[in-house]
């Protein structure tokens, strides 16, 4: 066999799951069962049609082989675990969904957001069956990971000092937030109160009066969350976080010097971009120097840095623990391992 083969098989081994174990019979709209739940032919290929709107090239062969065997794969794995939050009780709520769903909505107009599930094979049904399934999985490994996870002083101590170096500051560096509105009525954006300028006037009425609620007290980081029309950082109360003094420069000169006249906490004046209308906060500054572990910024970052690399490990032996307790019969990739079984073995 050629290297592409060699891959195929070893894939389709895995995959399978125990290929020496006599499956039942399947059926021909099935292509996978878990622990007796089916996962019908018709929603891998519901998948592959949504993964293949944004290949380069549509995937023929053995690549398309490959997309659908990835695919199975994670509709396996996703079975296997939203099983385990039934038993759990820890399925996503109706209200949860709708809440998940709406979020996405805002993203973009409804006939845009329509017209890509309709391009993609998606109905609005179909987007809520997936949102379940991953608030459920979420939910899940909430419950069973993250709760598991407990980082000591002890390990904090031994990253800072075997990564010293990388809290030492060369320049200064400041954290930054923005509230931004644009008068592009077909800019995507996102915030909590699906609030959007749809013209200039609109636009500029709109950030005036984001402005005045700073200045009658309002916290900046809810505002953000609540008016701020960029998509990126309005959930994040606007914060764009740290940025070298080196870099400011690509911000242009107008937006480089508010930035360096704000004092820590303070905000700049309503400001006219190209884009539209923003205002920049300065959340925090760090001055060039070696950065000490009692700094309760490091504590944050270290802590982050361990939560993250034990959330991966747990995650990883959790669903490997799960995979093993299941009973699955992977019938796509039995039927192509036969394919390829019957194909004549190629000489050297």
Request: charged share 30%.
């Amino acid at each position: 066999m050629d290297q592409a083969k060699w891959i195929l098989a070893a894939i389709f081994l895995v995959a399978a799951g125990a290929l020496g174990c006599q499956p039942s019979a399947p059926n021909p709209q099935v292509a996978a069962r878990v622990n007796g739940k089916d996962i019908l032919r018709v929603e891998v290929e519901k998948y592959y049609n949504f993964r293949a709107q944004d290949a380069a090239e549509k995937p023929s062969g053995e690549v398309a082989k490959l997309l659908r065997m990835e695919i199975i794969r994670e509709l396996i794995e996703s079975e296997i675990m939203v099983q385990r939050a039934e038993q759990l009780k820890l399925l996503a709520s109706e209200s949860e969904v709708e809440e998940s769903l709406a979020a996405l909505k805002v993203r973009s107009a409804p006939e845009e957001f329509q017209a890509d599930l309709e391009r993609r094979g998606f109905s609005e049904q179909d987007l809520r069956k997936e949102i379940s399934r991953n608030l459920s999985i979420q939910k899940l490994m909430e419950n069973q990971v993250n709760s598991r996870i407990a980082i000591t002083e002890a390990e904090v101590s031994s990253f800072y000092e075997a990564n010293k170096e990388s809290f030492n500051i060369t320049e200064t560096q400041y954290r930054i937030g923005q509230i931004a509105v644009s008068p592009d009525p077909d800019a995507p954006f996102a915030n909590l109160n699906n609030d959007k300028a749809r013209n200039d006037d609109q636009a500029s009425k709109k950030i005036q009066l984001l402005a005045s609620k700073l200045e009658a007290g309002e916290e900046f980081q809810q505002v953000a969350r609540d008016y701020s029309e960029d998509l990126q950082t309005a959930r994040l109360g606007g914060d764009l976080g740290y940025h070298p003094a080196s870099t400011l420069d690509r911000l242009g000169p107008q937006l480089k010097q508010a930035i360096l006249r704000l004092n820590v906490g303070e905000a700049t004046s309503v400001i006219r971009a190209p884009d539209g209308y923003m205002i920049l906060k300065l959340i925090g500054k760090r001055e060039p120097g070696q950065r000490e572990l009692e700094d309760p910024e490091v504590q944050q970052s270290i802590r982050q840095e361990l939560g993250n690399r034990k959330r991966q490990l747990l995650s990883t032996v959790f669903t490997a623990q799960l995979r093993s307790e299941s009973r699955v019969e992977n019938f796509l990739a039995q039927e192509i391992w036969a394919e390829y079984s019957a194909t004549p073995e190629e000489t050297p």
